[in-house]
């Protein structure tokens, strides 16, 4: 699902399109996009966009008269963009449209599991009901990151992808960020000494940060198409890399799959050469790992 460094593209592409703009017409052409009833979707017309915002992985359109739309894209989720007025998008992946007067935003998902969503609130406090309250990693302190790491007593990989403890962290960069920290994802929180933990925060902001830059630059102002925000990047050292070498030490890079979800890692870089074999860590897994990506949204 589209994180940190992909919701910021979309949200700078966004904000450039529509912010100050008034929504003309909406269109929801299925039924499990839309999860609120008051206020009704006919609420949005006729309102002018007065702020883009992201809350965790979601993002949020501030209109007049404090209603806020909120996006969760989840796995298939993708916003697609048209510069007419009154764009058609023919298929059964098109969940929703919105009219502006210079083009028309249209939001996808193209997978026949429905988890893409869509809230109307009012009111900002509101907003608290989807905030799942993950700590702002660029923005923290070190003294913060740790806090909030040592929390739970989480696997780091579990403990990253946490909505509750980190936000816009998923499964692609988390990842990322422990192939360049070179850490093991079953690491346990609560017990990992101050310099790994340093040397963790270190390789999100570096992760995270270098991305986003590689993102903007790649689009470049262009909005995004939906093939074009993936969690598999050709340049990405662990995370989509299974039977790959490792661009570091040249080690094929493994992989744990567990329900839904999966992490690759390198096990000289990461795990001391130790190979982590599924079959080896059921207690582990059973008891720290997420089985399916509701849960995983879900957090702790």
């Not at 969760?72 to 916003?79: K, T, V, W, Y």
């Not at 502006?100 to 026949?112: I, Q």
């Not at 570091?248 to 795990?271: K, W």
Request: aromatic letters at 8%; one cysteine or more; a positive charge.
């Amino acid at each position: 699902m589209p994180e940190l460094p992909d919701i910021t593209v979309y949200l700078e592409s966004l904000e450039a399109r529509v912010a100050g703009q008034e929504i003309r017409k909406v269109s929801v052409a299925s039924p499990f996009f839309l999860r609120t009833f008051d206020p009704p979707v006919k609420a949005m017309e006729g309102r002018t966009v007065r702020r883009v915002r992201r809350i965790g992985k979601r993002i949020v359109l501030g209109l007049e008269e404090d209603l806020f739309v909120v996006f969760h894209l989840m796995i298939a989720g993708r916003f697609r963009w048209k510069e007419e007025a009154d764009a058609r998008l023919g298929g059964k992946i098109v969940l929703a449209s919105f009219a502006f007067p210079n083009g028309t935003l249209f939001v996808t998902e193209a997978s026949k599991k429905k988890r893409a969503s869509m809230h109307l609130l009012k009111g900002k406090s509101s907003l608290d009901t989807v905030d799942p309250g993950g700590l702002e990693v660029m923005d923290a302190s070190l003294e913060e990151f740790s806090t909030r790491l040592r929390l739970r007593n989480h696997t780091l990989k579990r403990a990253l992808t946490s909505p509750k403890l980190f936000s816009g962290i998923g499964n692609a960069y988390s990842d990322e960020i422990l192939n360049a920290a070179g850490l093991s994802p079953l690491a346990l929180t609560q017990k990992l000494k101050d310099e790994k933990i340093s040397r963790l925060r270190d390789a999100v902001i570096d992760v995270l940060g270098e991305w986003t830059g590689r993102l903007r630059e790649e689009f470049d102002g262009r909005f995004p198409g939906p093939g074009e925000i993936t969690a598999f990047r050709p340049d990405f050292s662990a995370h989509g890399k299974f039977g790959k070498p490792c661009k570091r030490c040249g080690t094929t890079i493994q992989r744990i799959r567990y329900a839904e979800n999966e992490t690759n890692y390198c096990p000289r870089c990461q795990t001391g050469g130790k190979i982590l074999a599924d079959r080896s860590l059921s207690r582990l897994l059973k008891d720290d790992w997420p089985k399916t990506v509701e849960e995983l949204e879900e957090g702790l």
